[in-house]
Each structure stands twice: as structure tokens, then as C-alpha cells.
């Protein structure tokens, strides 16, 4: 007879809920993270690209989650991840909506388990090694839901409408009936701990001779062990979740050290982790700011580098070139007037709002742009930035003038190509990359190029591949935005370059200035014209096509 007795709802068990509910808020990109730091530490050394310095923050998160996973098991999953958090929170809203929920056999549930690895083998082949776009961006469902941390407004809702999207609303429904059905059987980050987890040295352990008919364990289980059968749980899908301890009627799950003990130890011991791999992150983005100051003003200013004067300069908005003046006073920017704008008023004027204030008040055009007026928003900065350009301390007003930049009617340029300092960049590029002829149209030749460009913390580095004249490759060198912006970016701006082979994409929704570093890295590798404003998609094959 199975035993049906269950305990009240214990301080463990309570314990676990609120952490969850705290790391959800505190901890949205940790899921994120820890992914995003096992790809950039794999891409690098497939890139030939890995370093310690700059790739420290990875290592340091990655590390510390498979050491802790090794010493503890899978208290990431169990009480720190927001995806599996939000597993839990949709199981307990169909237990509450009483549905009914199908049986699925322990043979089934092992096979299906067996997914997940495929989903992961087929991320690091296809996407990180070849760089398929499958499943990126807002494709990706733990993008999507990884939005909810950074939602900046209305603009970000058009990821509901995403593949991504579709994907996590089947997770949620394949959620309410089966538990964590997203850990059991898709999650590739699960698939990693399940590996590591196997070598744990943490052991939850159950004699089997004292549980008689009981089965009470395995039937609540949150990730379908069939633990009546084991003494010791091995299982490395086991996600410390404690739900048999819990359940126990005859206290016979026992964990050395105790559950609560390890799990404090555990959770402190990777929330740390988390801080210390932001801080090495940030020391990192720190050094490239300092460099890229050099080379762009969209990186933080000191106040007091540039030279007073009153300065003009101008990028595109929406509609058409928007040009802005500006004066500088005393080494401080003091003033930011737009001459002209073919931007509708309703958005031009929201963005003016926002963005010019934010610049003055920070000294900087590292600012974020207005929720529903991106293009004036980017059209603002990009002009300010131009106008900046020639008053940068030290700088001349002589520009390294790129092949395509010389059809360029309008005189806008942009950090690309704004000042002399471009030219001590890493580029290894030729200028015969991109050649126009006289109607306009861009010719690609063959070659592997190497680009900077300027993300939200500094420099981003692209090596850009051309064979038969077409874009074949977009492998991401190095950067310092923060790896949850740069990630989101990533992925979407360089399968939109491949696609419609130009480097004047749609800047993804709430990374706009990590999609601006590749776009504006990868023309720069191609010597293409650039602007820090992105047009709608359709761009001619080969050609940039926007002014
Ligand atoms: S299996 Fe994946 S989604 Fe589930 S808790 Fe672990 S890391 Fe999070
Ligand atoms: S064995 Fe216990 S701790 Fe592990 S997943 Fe199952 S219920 Fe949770
Ligand atoms: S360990 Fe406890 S809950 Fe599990 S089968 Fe034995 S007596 Fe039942």
C-alpha cells in the first residue's frame, strides 16, 4: 500500500520558496548568464580567441557552478534558477486548477530525458560552432522569458510575438502537466548539470529495507527519479529540490550535511559566484571603456575632455538626418539643441526628453534610448556623438575617410568612421573589402576581415568571412557589454546580417547598443558606410543601402 501521509508544508520547504521568489527578482539573468558564459568560453577557444583577462567573468561563473555542482549537485536548479522557478509556479497553478494529468510511464519519462542532450549537442554544433541561426534572439525561448528583467516598455512586447515566444508558451503548457517539464526534457543547461552532477559528492540517501510498499518519494519527485529503488540517489537528474526529504513519512531521506546546511551553503556559495564573475565582468568592461574613449564617444566621458566650442553633427533618425548642435563649456557638454529632424514630432519630442537630458545630466551618450522612439532616440545620439567626434580632446579634425564613406551625400558620419584614432584599432581589414561602382552597387571581395565597432561598455571585435561575394561568417572576436545585453544582440543581428547581407539591421529590442557595436563592427570589417541608426530589414543583397 502506497503511503499517503505528507507532512505539513515545513521551514525547508518554505525556505526554498522564498529563495526561488528572491533569486527571480535578484538573479533574472542567471540562468542567462551561466549559459551564455559556457558558449563564450567555448566560442573563444574554438576562435582561437580565449584569454584569462577576458574572459574571466566566465570563468569564474562557470567554474564556481560546475565545482559547486560537483561538491553539492543541482541546487542551481533546485532552489536558484528563474526558468526553473517558473516551472514550479505554473506545476502548482494547474495543481490548483485541478487538471487532470496524464501518466507517463518511467520508460517513456528516461527516453524523453534523453532530449535534452540532443537539444544541447545540437546548440554547441549548429549554433556555437557553425553558427546556424537556430533558435536565437527572441527564437529563443529563455530569451524571452529572460525579458522580463530587462523590459523597457511597450517596444519590448513585440517579443511576444516571437518564435521565442510560441516556444515558451508550449513550455508553460507542457508545464502544467508534467513537472518541470522544461528541466526533465529540453533544458540544455540542465543536460550540462545532469553530466556534472553525476560525480556529486552531496548524497541524498533512502535504505530501501526501511520504506516497505511506500512510494511516496518517487511519486513526488519533482523530476520523476524512481527513487524506490535506490539507497543512495545517483541520478544526476536529481535537482536537490528536497521534495522526498519532505515527503517522507518515516524520515528515512537523510542528507549528510543536512538538507537546510547544505542548501544555505550552496546557494551562498553561487550567489557569490554570480557577484564575483559581475565584478570581474565589470573590471574587464572598465579597462575596454577606457580604450574605447579613445576611439568613440559613445563610450562614458570624463567630464572635461572636450575642447569648448559649438559643435554640429548628424545621423539618421526615422525619417531622414537628424542634426543636432552642441555646445561644450568649460570641458563639460552644456547644451544640446536639434537643428533639424524628419522625425515625426510626437517621437522626435518624446526622445528630445528623454535622451538629451540624460546625456547632459550623465556627460555621455552611453544612455539608454526612449521606449517607443528608439530610431529619433538613436538619431539623437548618433548626432551628438558625431558632433562630439571633433571635440574630443586631442583629436583633429582629420578623418580616415573609408572607400564607401566618399558617396556618402548627407556628410553624416558616425563613430565608425569619425575619427583618427580608428586607425589604431585591432581592424586587420584591407580597403578592398567593399569597392562601389558607380551605380551604387556594393561588390564584397573574398577574404576573412576583422572590425571593431562600439557596444554599450566598449569595443566589440568581429572577424567577418566573404566567399563568392556574399557574407558566409559573423564570428564575435571580443566584447564588454554586459553578457545578457551582448547575448540577446548576438545571435539576432548576425543571422539578420547573413540574411539580408548588410550590416544595417533592426537593433534587437532592449540591446540596442549591443546591436549597434556588431553592425557597426562588421561594416567596419567590410569598410562599409555605417550609421548607429538601423533601418527596417530589406536591405539590397550586397549593398547597405541607407542614408
Ligand atoms: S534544468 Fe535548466 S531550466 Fe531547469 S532549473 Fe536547471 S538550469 Fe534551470
Ligand atoms: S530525488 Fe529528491 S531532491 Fe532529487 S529531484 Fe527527486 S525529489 Fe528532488
Ligand atoms: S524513502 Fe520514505 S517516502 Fe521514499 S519510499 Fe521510503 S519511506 Fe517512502
Known amino acids: 500500500m502506497e503511503n499517503k501521509k505528507t507532512k505539513s508544508y515545513s521551514k525547508l520547504a518554505l525556505a526554498r520558496r522564498i529563495i526561488q521568489a528572491a533569486a527571480f527578482v535578484l538573479f533574472p539573468g542567471l540562468f542567462i548568464s551561466t549559459f551564455s558564459a559556457l558558449k563564450s568560453i567555448y ?33 542551481f536548479c533546485g532552489f536558484l534558477c528563474s526558468f526553473g522557478a517558473l516551472g514550479d509556479a505554473i506545476w502548482w497553478l494547474g495543481k490548483k486548477l485541478k487538471i487532470r494529468r496524464p501518466q507517463i510511464s518511467e520508460k517513456m519519462d528516461r527516453m524523453l530525458k534523453y532530449v535534452k542532450f540532443i537539444v544541447l549537442g545540437g546548440i554547441v554544433l549548429l549554433v556555437w560552432t557553425l553558427g546556424v541561426s537556430l533558435l536565437s534572439g527572441t527564437a529563443n525561448p529563455w530569451t524571452v522569458f529572460g525579458m522580463y528583467a530587462t523590459y523597457k516598455g511597450w517596444a519590448d512586447l513585440s517579443a511576444l510575438l516571437s518564435v521565442g515566444a510560441l516556444l515558451l508558451l508550449l513550455i508553460g503548457i507542457g508545464s502544467l502537466y508534467i513537472e518541470r517539464f522544461f528541466c526533465r526534457y529540453l533544458c540544455p543547461l540542465g543536460a550540462v548539470f545532469t553530466i556534472v ?78 557577484f564575483v564573475g559581475n565584478l570581474a565582468d565589470s573590471a574587464a568592461s572598465a579597462q575596454s571603456a577606457v580604450a574605447a574613449v579613445q576611439l568613440s564617444s559613445s563610450s562614458t566621458t570624463s567630464a572635461g575632455q572636450y575642447v569648448d566650442g559649438v559643435y554640429t553633427g548628424s545621423a539618421a533618425g526615422y525619417h531622414g538626418t537628424t542634426t543636432v548642435q552642441v555646445t561644450v563649456s568649460g570641458g563639460l557638454i552644456t547644451d544640446i539643441t536639434v537643428l533639424s529632424s524628419g522625425d515625426d514630432a510626437q517621437f522626435l519630442t518624446r526622445a528630445e526628453n528623454g535622451v538629451i537630458s540624460d546625456i547632459l545630466s550623465t556627460q555621455s551618450v552611453a544612455v539608454d534610448t526612449v521606449s517607443g522612439a528608439t530610431y529619433s532616440s538613436n538619431g539623437i ?95 564575435v572576436n571580443s566584447y564588454s557589454d554586459d553578457e ?42 567590410l569598410n562599409l558606410e555605417y550609421t548607429s541608426t538601423v533601418t527596417t530589414n530589406g536591405g539590397q543583397q550586397n549593398g547597405h543601402g541607407h542614408h
Open 197 to 274: 552532477s553525476r560525480i556529486r559528492l552531496f548524497k541524498i540517501r533512502k535504505p530501501t529495507p526501511y520504506c516497505g510498499n511506500c512510494r511516496a518519494c518517487t511519486k513526488h519527485c519533482s523530476m520523476g527519479i524512481p527513487l524506490y529503488g535506490m539507497d543512495v540517489v545517483k541520478d544526476g537528474e536529481c535537482i536537490d529540490c528536497m521534495q522526498c526529504v519532505e515527503i517522507c513519512p518515516k524520515d528515512n531521506v537523510k542528507t549528510n550535511p543536512k538538507p537546510a546546511i547544505a542548501a544555505a551553503a550552496a546557494v551562498v556559495a553561487m550567489s557569490g559566484m554570480y
Open 43 to 75: 566560442t573563444a577557444i574554438i576562435g582561437g580567441t580565449f584569454s584569462m583577462a577576458a574572459n574571466a567573468g566566465d570563468l569564474v561563473l562557470t567554474i564556481s557552478m560546475l565545482l559547486i555542482t560537483v561538491l553539492t549537485g543541482r541546487f
Open 484 to 525: 545578457r545585453y551582448f547575448t540577446r544582440a548576438e545571435s539576432t543581428v548576425i543571422s539578420e546580417i547573413l540574411t539580408n547581407q548588410t550590416p544595417d539591421v533592426d537593433a534587437v529590442s532592449g540591446a540596442t547598443y549591443s546591436s549597434n557595436g556588431i553592425m557597426e563592427a562588421v561594416a567596419n570589417a
Open 381 to 475: 545620439i548618433g548626432a551628438v556623438t558625431d558632433a562630439l567626434s571633433s571635440a574630443l580632446t586631442g583629436t583633429t579634425s582629420t578623418q580616415t575617410v573609408s572607400s564607401s564613406e566618399t558617396t556618402t551625400a548627407s556628410g553624416s558620419t558616425t563613430t565608425a568612421t569619425s575619427d583618427t584614432s580608428t586607425a589604431s584599432t585591432t581592424q586587420t581589414t584591407t580597403s578592398t573589402a567593399a569597392t562601389t561602382s558607380s551605380d551604387g552597387t556594393i561588390t564584397l571581395a573574398d577574404g576573412t576581415y576583422t572590425g571593431t565597432g562600439t557596444g554599450f561598455r566598449g569595443e566589440t571585435s568581429v572577424t567577418v568571412t566573404v566567399e563568392d561575394g556574399t557574407i558566409t561568417s559573423i564570428v
